[in-house]
């Protein structure tokens, strides 16, 4: 059986041992146990509801047994299953709609050009902290009612938050993690005190208040835990997608082109950055019994991770998908999001997202262009994408 170090600094999910683990097996071993590498076996782990998200034992295997992340990730939404879950992601859905997304487009496309207009005097720019982090920031403070002042602090918060699934490499990550739930705990928790004795509205905390208020389906301290975890999910991925899509041009410069001549591109172009580069490096779900799965004996407890980048290249599923191409057409669902009752809630917001901002940059500037240095990336494990991105982008 193959054996992929995922805890290697330099482990990439698309390296050649991660394909040549996937053309061997289904699932490799690693430091952390089983890895599902091909699409089939992940997906269909991602749904199967013999798994679950192993809440307390994924804490547990990483020393964490209390304190302020055991107290927001065991009781996340993504921790409950059945009536459960069905009830908490109903109390989102009343405030997360479609008609909700649809309505901060024009917010979006006009942050996404005021901070083109921005870069484009500047030659070069980091690329996260001039667009990447700062477009999906203001959307997420814009959806919360978080005032501007406040937005450098929330940007770290939010940040750091998302190395929760990197726990495992060491280091300072889990203090940085730490730092960031109890940041933004007693930040989320003030702006619901002040929403609460205001004039209602209609960003998410004073309509998730209303609905507590108005039937009772949830109490003070889910509520907070669900904006937490919005936060978590919706800001950091977002803003590492953007980054990775950039990095993906640079490596494909005629596609950038092709986008430039043809705006109605965005939404494959999308996908097919997603699908290429997603920044979900790894979901995570647990055996909760003894199982069989696919030929092989689970005990319980164990932990599975998905390889979605690794996945979302295989050839099985995505016939020529080891190829970046923004013109093709795939039959199969992106694992990005994950799967089944649990299919993030905020996927509609981060494709409109992307959907404007891309081809907003695009119709503004050339080709991106990388530094020959090679990039800082994040861990392989959790939120993945460049922690620095300087880029220059070709004249037009």
């Given amino acids: 059986m193959s054996y992929l170090d995922v805890l290697a600094p330099s482990f990439s999910f698309t390296s050649p041992e991660a394909f040549a683990a996937q053309d061997d097996n289904w699932f490799a071993d690693s430091p952390i146990g089983p890895v599902a590498v091909r699409y089939a076996e992940a997906n269909e782990l991602l749904r199967d509801k013999r798994f679950d998200h192993g809440g307390e034992d994924f804490l547990r295997n990483n020393g964490v047994t209390s304190g302020p992340v055991y107290d927001w990730w065991v009781p996340m939404i993504s921790n409950h299953d059945g009536a459960d879950h069905r009830r908490l992601r109903g109390l989102v859905g009343r405030a997360f709609t479609p008609r909700m997304v649809e309505s901060l487009r024009p917010f979006i496309h006009r942050r ?172 995570i779900r647990r055996a909760s019994a003894d199982l069989t799965f696919h030929g092989v004996d689970v005990p319980a407890g164990t932990i599975f991770t998905t390889a979605v980048p690794t996945a979302q290249r295989d050839p099985r599923a995505y016939p020529g998908g080891r190829v970046f191409d923004i013109r093709a057409r795939y039959d199969v669902p992106l694992l990005q999001f994950g799967a089944g009752p649990h299919y993030c809630l905020g996927s509609a917001l981060a494709r409109t997202e992307l959907t404007e901002a891309l081809p907003v940059l695009a119709a503004r500037f050339g080709p991106p262009e990388l530094p020959p240095e090679p990039l800082p990336w994040r861990p392989a494990l959790g939120t993945f994408g460049p922690e620095r991105l300087p880029v220059s982008f070709a004249r037009a």
């Avoid at 902290?129 to 940007?155: H, I, K, Q, W």
């Fill in 112 to 283: 996404a050009a005021e901070l083109a207009d921005e870069m484009a005097g500047a030659g070069s720019v980091e690329f996260v902290d001039a667009f990447a982090n700062r477009l999906p920031l203001a959307v997420m403070c814009e959806l919360l009612g978080v005032p501007a002042e406040d937005y450098d602090e929330f940007s770290q918060w939010s940040s750091d938050i998302g190395l929760i699934f990197g726990l495992a490499n060491g280091g300072d990550t889990a203090a940085r993690v730490e730092r960031a739930v109890a940041g933004l705990d007693a930040y989320v928790s003030a702006l619901m005190d002040r929403k609460a004795g205001g004039p209602a509205g209609d960003d998410v905390i004073s309509v998730l208040l209303a609905a507590m208020a108005e039937d009772g389906t949830a109490s003070r301290d889910e509520v907070r835990n669900l904006l937490v975890t919005l936060v978590f999910g919706a800001h950091d991925n977002t803003r590492h997608q953007l980054s990775n899509a950039v990095v993906t041009f640079a490596e494909h410069p005629e596609q950038w082109a092709w986008l430039r001549a043809d705006p109605s591109l965005a939404g494959p172009a999308v996908e097919e950055c997603m699908r290429w580069r997603p920044s979900a490096g790894a979901l």
